[in-house]
């Protein structure tokens, strides 16, 4: 189960809101300051973190960007509780990149869902962050594409170009629409970008260039490839090319 640290100097908060997560089957860490904070968050690097932004000595504000200067625990979702009408005080949370607040006085039901959906968001940007298919491994956060393990260096746009084909599960993208998700064009008819792009990408896909397939005067589609480097099964030769686009 998932691992949550409270902060919080009011001691009946504080055990509020670890009764009620406990109750949930959380498992509950507890700070009463930002220093406490710090060192329990380094140490055990909890799956979320409740942290009131009024803390004696080291406050909230303080203890957020040290957290996020570490490697270790920048990756927290960290929920912000604020005093009620202190809105200066959850604007500036935001802005520091806290994932929720929650104002003084709340119900615990209230924040108990919140920390679950949070932790279900969180989750599932983790997983996403890897986009898998066969072979292809591309990773969303550094633009990173990994072919059989290894690393292909491909610049910004021709990894939105892969990754968008790669996600459309098989299904083909039509011209107009990939050049204008990719380039942002309102004007399709008369540019060669997108060929240029997809040869080049092709390029450097090396034996596993056939994965980019070519639909005849539609678009393209992503085929995923076996471990040995063939594509797997792809729509009917007619209609299929592996090379350069044909214009509509």
């Given at each position: 189960?998932?691992?949550?640290?409270?902060?919080d100097d009011?001691?009946?908060?504080?055990?509020?809101?670890?009764?009620?997560?406990?109750?949930?089957?959380?498992?509950?860490?507890?700070?009463?300051?930002g220093v406490?904070?710090?060192?329990?968050?380094?140490?055990?690097?909890?799956?979320?973190?409740?942290?009131?932004?009024?803390?004696?000595?080291?406050?909230?504000?303080?203890?957020?960007?040290?957290?996020?200067?570490?490697?270790?625990?920048?990756?927290?979702?960290?929920?912000?509780?604020?005093?009620?009408?202190?809105?200066?005080?959850?604007?500036?949370?935001?802005?520091?990149?806290?994932?929720?607040?929650?104002?003084?006085?709340?119900?615990?039901?209230?924040?108990?869902?919140?920390?679950?959906?949070?932790?279900?968001?969180?989750?599932?940007?983790?997983?996403?962050?890897?986009?898998?298919?066969?072979?292809?491994?591309?990773?969303?956060?550094?633009?990173?594409?990994?072919?059989?393990?290894?690393?292909?260096?491909?610049?910004?746009?021709?990894?939105?170009?892969?990754?968008?084909?790669?996600?459309?599960?098989?299904?083909?993208?039509?011209?107009?629409?990939?050049?204008?998700?990719?380039?942002?064009?309102?004007?399709?008819?008369?540019?060669?970008?997108?060929?240029?792009?997809?040869?080049?990408?092709?390029?450097?896909?090396?034996?596993?260039?056939?994965?980019?397939?070519?639909?005849?005067?539609v678009g393209?589609?992503?085929?995923?490839?076996?471990?040995?480097?063939?594509?797997?099964?792809?729509?009917?030769?007619?209609?299929?090319?592996?090379?350069?686009?044909?214009?509509?």
């Open positions: 189960m998932h691992t949550i640290l409270v902060v009011e001691t009946d908060i504080l055990d509020l809101v670890t009764f009620n997560l406990k109750r949930q089957d959380f498992t509950v860490l507890s700070a009463e300051n406490a904070a710090v060192r329990i968050a380094k140490e055990k690097i909890p799956d979320l973190i409740v942290l009131d932004l009024m803390l004696p000595g080291k406050d909230g504000f303080t203890v957020y960007r040290e957290l996020r200067a570490d490697a270790r625990t920048r990756g927290i979702p960290v929920i912000m509780l604020t005093a009620k009408g202190e809105l200066n005080d959850r604007i500036a949370g935001l802005e520091l990149g806290a994932d929720d607040y929650v104002t003084k006085p709340f119900s615990p039901k209230e924040l108990v869902l919140r920390v679950k959906a949070l932790l279900k968001r969180t989750r599932k940007v983790t997983v996403d962050a890897t986009l898998k298919a066969g072979v292809f491994h591309l990773e969303r956060n550094s633009l990173k594409l990994f072919l059989a393990g290894e690393p292909v260096d491909l610049t910004a746009t021709e990894f939105k170009l892969l990754r968008l084909l790669v996600e459309a599960n098989g299904e083909v993208q039509e011209r107009d629409a990939l050049l204008r998700e990719v380039w942002g064009y309102s004007d399709t008819t008369l540019t060669r970008t997108l060929d240029t792009h997809v040869k080049r990408l092709r390029e450097k896909l090396g034996k596993y260039a056939d994965a980019i397939q070519t639909v005849r005067g393209y589609h992503f085929v995923s490839p076996d471990t040995a480097g063939t594509a797997t099964a792809a729509p009917a030769a007619s209609t299929v090319d592996t090379g350069k686009a044909v214009e509509a």
